[in-house]
């Protein structure tokens, strides 16, 4: 006979895996905000409906005036220096409810914290406050028709304004344009400015161009040297005169993508940020705050997790292998979830590798997509209850479509295993805890 | 081992998160582990067990004994279980041929020295040939006495798995509820349950070893081993394989630190994570050992290479209890409507969790 097993019993754990009342107390406010300042149905700034994009707009206000949309920042640029947690939980709970910031969240996490450490006083001064308070629109300029993954191999070109007077360019601001004696780099004519460039190329791929205020565009300014240098961000007004945007119709939706033509657009030093000549190095800079990206795990568990209840009795009708693979991707859910907490983690000593951040990312882009498979087949398989269900079938039909451009944007899956398997292929042997971890660094890929 | 006395999260706003390491000590006594467990022989152990089966015990219990492997309570201290768990997934990167994780988890009394999670339906072990009083849990947390029956073939061809006679305990409750949080009147139904979490994870962290090792092995082998006059480490086509099985085996390894947090801090749905992990390791042994198969060539079908060994004797690791199929039924059927523990749905934990 055995004994009657002692029940368990265990002192404090090393371990810990719930993030504690502090976060359940952000979830719980940010949830809040959502319900009641979030239509039910939202599906996303990004529609056919004006009214969508005035939801985000004024969603940011408010998480502004909160003092939340900006809460990572350092104090001095009106943040309060909130945790890699902190952000964290807010990455999740804004994706999982089809982002209600908008496009703001490019604005607040990387084009805002990269013009803090490369941005001139005066650029500073003009750009992150708008930020800060939701109220302006970004996109990013990098990819062109020729260069996607291959980002450097951009070709559009900013050439010195040999003609320019400066007869073009808007009234001077204070301070006044630095000087940094660097006037023979990178070509471009003197203005009241400094240096000035005509802009000649296209951009594509490039989300926000109709609704947004400001460009961060990488333009080439110089052909000699590798092909990594000779390139320089320019902060660009998409009013600029010689701009035109045109939508690309897409699977996912109005606004999603974009081809923005440069025809002579006057930029002077003035809107450079960082060096002339230097954008390679910044765009590493801003693929590194992109680490972690979007939190698509969220959105996927949020969904998984409603389903039966969209579905009312329905659910136990379903097929028994179609729960089984619903029960297979809340694993797949939870597998990305603790990955990213992973790259989070790391991130919080300074020791993220390539590794673990490529691992993330292709395991929660592959999520995204099976999950949608999935979860259409459920909606498909049966009647959603009501008005809720209904809401629940448009958000799955959203997630399926959007989630076909997981694997290919923000740095295509491709290049997350090209990543993966240089940092997996270039470590020194395995370290002795077994785990075949890499510590050599790889190249960051671009971004699309 | 001493207490590890870190454990609530320092705070979010002050940089405080999840801490996803096993303790110092856990950790290296896992190295220490892997270690003792080379000098004994290390790949041999396996290979020398299989040709000479009566003397597997006298293999690898004078190391474990050394090691003071017995006087782990994985049941009594957090930081015990963590250096269980440690030392499952070193015995596991050597193949070790003896039942590591289910002696960890033998029942508290001393009423029998293994403990193994079964499927009713047709119970088996690895435990051919060992003289042991086994006790075994079936996934609704109902117990029983086993015994071992005769092995039917060479250790060759069953990597040691033999059948199970079941002999249900007094006492024992009739189907333990999903959860575990119940039971009959002297709490069987909870210890069931937490027997059946235990057992489950501790053998997910062997075969966490089995694929570390599969992955180093194959990464060492497509460094060195040229076609066309380069390595085949050079060819896209092998790099994404290989990149494809290392995330199946980081995924595991999370998945295994959280089930075990879920065991030791005593979460109710501590069963729902051994599952989804369970679930998760079995989907990845399949695409690790399909992947360094194939990138080893016809190398790894041969005796020589530590890969044949691992991959054979991950075999019992991956169909028992229940395979794949088996695996994601029962989790599935235990979720119900309410789903895994996480940030969304019925059965959230609003922190992370």
Redesign the interface.
């Known amino acids: 006979?055995?004994?009657?097993?002692?029940?368990?019993?265990?002192?404090?754990?090393?371990?810990?895996?719930?993030?504690?009342?502090?976060?359940?107390a952000?979830?719980?406010r940010l949830r809040a905000l959502v319900r009641e300042h979030v239509p039910a149905d939202y599906l996303g700034a990004f529609t056919a409906d004006p009214a969508d994009l005035a939801v985000a707009q004024d969603f940011c206000r408010l998480l502004a005036d909160e003092g939340l949309l900006c809460m990572a920042w350092p104090e001095e640029f009106g943040g309060r220096g909130?945790?890699?947690?902190?952000q964290?939980?807010v990455r999740?709970e804004m994706w999982?409810r089809h982002e209600p910031r908008g496009a703001q969240y490019m604005g607040v996490n990387w084009v805002g914290p990269t013009i803090m450490r490369h941005g001139t006083p005066e650029q500073r001064a003009q750009h992150l406050p708008p930020i800060a308070r939701g109220e302006v629109i970004w996109c990013q300029g990098f990819s062109e028709p020729g260069a996607g993954s291959d980002l450097a191999s951009l070709r559009t070109a900013a050439r010195p304004d040999e003609n320019g007077d400066g007869a073009d360019d808007p009234p001077p601001r204070d301070p006044p344009p630095r000087d940094n004696g660097e006037a023979s780099r990178g070509g471009g004519s003197t203005s009241r400015y400094g240096r000035a460039w005509r802009i000649h190329g296209q951009k594509i791929w490039t989300s926000y161009a109709t609704m947004a205020q400001w460009c961060f565009l990488l333009a080439r300014t110089s052909t000699s040297g590798r092909k990594q240098q000779g390139l320089t961000i320019f902060l660009v007004p998409m009013d600029a005169p010689g701009i035109e945007v045109r939508p690309i119709a897409c699977m996912m939706g109005p606004h999603h993508l974009n081809e923005v033509f440069f025809d002579g657009v006057r930029v002077t030093e003035r809107d450079v940020l960082g060096e002339v000549d230097g954008g390679w190095a910044v765009v590493q800079e801003v693929l590194a705050f992109e680490r972690v990206g979007i939190a698509r795990y969220?959105r996927c568990?949020?969904l998984?997790?409603?389903a039966?209840?969209a579905l009312g009795d329905a659910?136990e009708e379903l097929p028994?292998e179609l729960?089984?693979?619903?029960?297979?991707m809340?694993?797949?859910?939870?597998?990305?979830?603790?990955?990213a907490?992973?790259v989070?983690?790391r991130q919080?000593t300074g020791q993220v590798s390539p590794?673990?951040s490529?691992?993330y990312r292709?395991?929660v882009t592959r999520l995204d997509q099976e999950s949608a498979d999935v979860l259409m087949e459920i909606v498909t398989a049966a009647e959603t209850a009501g008005d809720d269900g209904a809401r629940f079938r448009r958000a799955v039909e959203d997630h399926a479509r959007y989630a076909v451009a997981s694997t290919v944007s923000s740095g295509s899956i491709?290049m997350?295993?090209?990543l993966?398997?240089r940092a997996?292929?270039a470590?020194s042997g395995?370290p002795?805890?077994?785990?075949?971890r890499a510590a050599a660094p790889a190249k960051a890929g671009a971004a699309s | 081992m001493t207490t590890v006395t870190q454990g609530a999260v320092d705070g979010l706003a002050a940089g405080g998160g999840v801490l996803m390491e096993l303790s110092d000590e856990a950790a290296e006594f896992g190295r220490t582990a892997l270690r003792a467990l080379e000098a004994a022989g290390g790949d041999e152990l396996a290979q020398t067990a299989e040709r000479e089966p009566a003397r597997r015990a006298e293999l690898v219990v004078p190391v474990l004994d050394e090691l003071g492997a017995w006087d782990l309570d994985p049941r009594g201290s957090a930081d015990e279980l963590e250096a269980a768990a440690a030392l499952c997934r070193a015995a596991g990167w050597w193949a070790v041929p003896y039942p590591v994780a289910e002696r960890l988890c033998r029942p508290v009394g001393g009423g029998a020295d293994a403990l193994v999670v079964v499927a009713p339906a047709a119970p088996a072990a690895p435990v051919a040939g060992l003289d042991l009083r086994l006790a075994a849990v079936a996934l609704d947390g109902r117990r029983y006495a086993a015994t071992a029956r005769e092995p039917d073939g060479p250790a060759r061809k069953s990597a040691f798995v033999v059948s199970l006679d079941l002999a249900p305990l007094a006492g024992a409750i009739a189907g333990a509820p999903a959860g575990g949080d119940a039971g009959d009147e002297d709490g069987a139904g909870a210890d069931g349950a937490g027997d059946v979490a235990l057992g489950m994870v501790l053998g997910c962290w062997t075969l966490l070893g089995m694929l570390d090792r599969a992955m180093v092995l194959t990464r060492t082998y497509i460094l060195e081993r040229e076609q066309f006059g380069q390595p085949l480490a050079r060819f896209q086509g092998v790099q994404f394989q290989l990149t494809d099985a290392e995330v199946e085996r980081a995924g595991v390894a999370e998945l295994a630190g959280y089930a075990l947090w879920s065991v030791e801090t005593g979460r109710p749905e501590a069963v729902d994570d051994a599952l989804a992990l369970r679930l998760a390791a079995v989907e990845a042994a399949e695409t690790v050992f399909r992947v360094t198969h194939q990138l080893h060539g016809a190398m790894g079908f041969c005796d020589e290479t530590t890969l044949s060994w691992l991959s054979r004797y991950s075999q019992p690791l991956r169909r028992l209890p229940l395979g794949r199929s088996a695996t994601q039924d029962a989790l599935a059927s235990r979720l119900g409507r309410r789903g895994l523990a996480g940030i969304f749905g019925p059965n959230a934990v609003m922190g992370a969790g």
Do not use: C, F, K
Request: glycine letters at 6%; aromatic letters at 6%; a neutral charge.
């Open positions: 006979m055995l004994t009657v097993l002692a029940p368990l019993h265990y002192g404090l754990a090393s371990m810990e895996y719930d993030l504690g009342p502090e976060a359940a952000l979830r719980g909130a945790s890699l947690w902190e964290t939980v999740e999982a969220a568990e949020r998984l997790q409603e039966p209840e659910w028994a729960r089984g693979r619903w029960a297979r809340l694993v797949h859910a939870r597998r990305a979830r603790l990955l907490y992973r989070v983690s919080g590794v673990d490529a691992a292709i395991a491709e997350q295993r090209i993966l398997s997996l292929l470590a395995a002795s805890s077994g785990q075949p």
